[in-house]
């Protein structure tokens, strides 16, 4: 069992949504963005979606070597995780079982805590 945690500033997400052009298209899928921004202030939803990325990078072992875009956080209201490209290969390398993530936000924070299962346990 391996287990991956995050926590970030939900202004820090809101400022790179407003600064940056291209940071949801970089680091969301379209599905993650739909959903992000139909919500009533979607910089909180993206806050939780980036800090689950980290947390399910952290707990695969390879940091921040994914591609964002590789792990797409899908399902309410419990998340589960979908991988793919490089990031699904290292999985299968690592021999990475079930993956199970939580989420959380308040008004300032976002938060994410991932467990991922060994394959042959």
């Given at each position: 069992?391996?287990?991956?945690?995050d926590?970030?500033?939900?202004e820090?997400?809101?400022?790179?949504?407003?600064?940056?052009?291209?940071?949801?298209?970089?680091?969301?899928?379209?599905?993650?963005?739909?959903?992000?921004?139909?919500?009533?202030?979607p910089a909180?939803?993206?806050?939780?979606?980036?800090?689950?990325?980290?947390?399910?990078?952290?707990?695969?072992?390879?940091?921040?070597?994914?591609?964002?875009?590789?792990?797409?956080i899908?399902?309410r209201p419990?998340?589960?995780?979908?991988l793919?490209?490089?990031t699904?290969?290292?999985?299968?390398k690592?021999?990475?079982?079930a993956?199970?993530l939580?989420?959380?936000?308040?008004?300032?924070?976002?938060?994410?805590?991932?467990?991922?299962?060994?394959?042959?346990?």
């Amino acid at each position: 069992m391996r287990v991956g945690v995050d926590l970030i500033e939900i202004e820090r997400i809101e400022r790179a949504l407003d600064r940056y052009t291209d940071f949801r298209a970089r680091c969301f899928t379209d599905a993650e963005r739909d959903y992000c921004d139909s919500r009533g202030r979607p910089a909180q939803h993206y806050a939780a979606r980036f800090a689950g990325k980290e947390a399910v990078g952290k707990a695969l072992g390879c940091g921040v070597r994914f591609t964002w875009r590789e792990i797409e956080i899908v399902g309410r209201p419990k998340p589960g995780v979908k991988l793919s490209g490089r990031t699904k290969a290292w999985a299968d390398k690592v021999r990475a079982g079930a993956i199970d993530l939580s989420m959380s936000h308040s008004k300032g924070l976002a938060t994410a805590v991932c467990l991922v299962a060994d394959r042959d346990a």
